[in-house]
């Protein structure tokens, strides 16, 4: 059985962060409601690319979750929302801190209707924060982050780690709060994005803090000091990953290069270790990605090639790993974790697919429901 199965979940976010957290809690078993504004709906199912007017961002975040459709401006979309509540294990929200309290669902108002409930609030700068009223995007989250700054000409972002790392420490925290004791109270979660991704940068953290200045290309290991920690350019004009720390790995490369008579040179001055990596360039050089690649790979060197996306996701290793799979016949990435015994997960729901369904379980009768919808309640 899947870890989470039997946790229901309500989902009120419509942005990347809450989808992404949610995404990963029902890939564990988790059943999450997604609640959706009438008529506007997640701000995802929007998202290019469109194949046939359907987002294939929206495709993959949405597998397996239940639509309803909400308007919690309405007075009786506010009721529906609060039985909703009642029989939900987390609530899930991330507007603005304070917008969830204008609508009448802060966590003082949640835990009253479920005094067990686990409460989990995204947002960027955290609900404890100076900051906190600022609206900010993952472009923001980044800049603020000090992620951003660390390149020569700051660039918009190709992954949006702010939102998927705030929504994997929102999963996380749900988790370990649904985790603690025997849940005899409300728990309440607050994941803030910026703070998020700073957590992430403990390497170049560690160096500002024992330095008072922040990391420079080849100040250390992991900033490229080494000749063998580094990237190297082929005969193609493209690149290889060589990480061969340990030294059998070490010694494994330098005899594949014919370089294992300046092997010694790893443990010498710096002068002497840029020297090694000079000779390694023009080595490397000498030939394509895919001969050293094929070369390498396989010799215990810890060399691997740098790949573009698209050679990433039709490499047969992924597809054979699962971490690319199918729903609704349309390639899409999985969550890289497995449960054994593993979860179907369906497609994504359109807009209010399961609002009747959902509205049942929680005893309303059909002729009540079709009145929520001609009142612009419930969609």
């Known amino acids: ?26 890939s564990y078993g988790a059943e999450v409601v997604k609640v959706e504004e009438p008529g506007l709906g997640d701000y995802m199912r929007d998202l290019p690319p469109l194949v046939e007017g359907t987002s294939l961002v929206h495709t993959m975040i949405n597998r397996g979750k239940l639509s309803v459709g909400i308007d919690l401006k309405n007075q009786e979309g506010k ?61 923001n989250i980044e800049a603020m982050s000090g992620l951003m700054g660390s390149v020569r000409r700051p660039e918009v972002p190709y992954v949006q780690l702010g939102d998927y790392v705030s929504g994997m420490y929102a999963a996380l925290g749900i988790m370990a709060a649904l985790q603690r004791g025997t849940r ?7 994941v803030p994005m910026v703070q998020s991704i700073m957590s992430m940068l403990m390497l170049p953290a560690s160096s500002y803090f024992a330095t008072g200045r922040p990391p420079a290309r080849g100040q250390s290991l992991v900033f490229g000091s080494e000749p063998y920690y580094g990237v190297y350019e082929t005969a193609d004009g493209r690149y290889l990953a060589v990480a061969a720390i340990e030294p059998p790995f070490w010694e494994n490369l330098m005899r594949e290069l014919g370089l294992s008579h300046l092997s010694s040179l790893r443990s010498g001055t710096r002068r002497e270790r840029s020297s090694l990596a000079k000779e390694m360039r ?40 699962g971490v690319v799979g199918k729903s609704g016949g349309r390639l899409v990435l999985n969550q890289p974790l497995r449960f054994r015994p593993t979860r179907a997960g369906g497609g994504a729901p359109s807009l ?5 369904r959902v509205l049942r379980r929680l005893g309303y009768g059909v002729q009540e429901i079709e009145r929520l919808r001609l009142a612009g309640a419930v969609a």
């Open 1 to 26: 059985m899947l870890p989470l199965k039997g946790i229901r979940v309500l989902d009120i976010t419509r942005l990347l962060p809450g989808g992404f957290c949610t995404y990963l809690l029902s």
């Open 79 to 139: 009721e529906v929302l609060r039985r909703l509540i009642e029989r939900s294990d987390v609530f899930l929200e991330g507007f603005r801190p304070g917008a969830a309290e204008r609508l009448g669902f802060s966590f003082e108002e949640v835990k009253k209707l479920n005094a067990k409930i686990v409460y989990c609030s995204i947002s960027s700068f955290g609900h404890g924060s100076p900051m906190s009223s600022m609206p900010a995007h993952d472009l």
């Open 184 to 190: 005899r109270r409300a728990e309440y979660v607050d």
């Open 282 to 321: 023009k080595v490397f050089a000498s030939r394509t990605q895919e001969a050293w690649s094929a070369l390498l790979m396989g010799r215990d060197t810890c060399v691997t090639p740098v790949l573009d996306i698209d050679e990433a996701l039709d490499s047969g290793w992924a597809k054979a790993s």
């Open 352 to 356: 209010g697919e399961h609002t009747g």
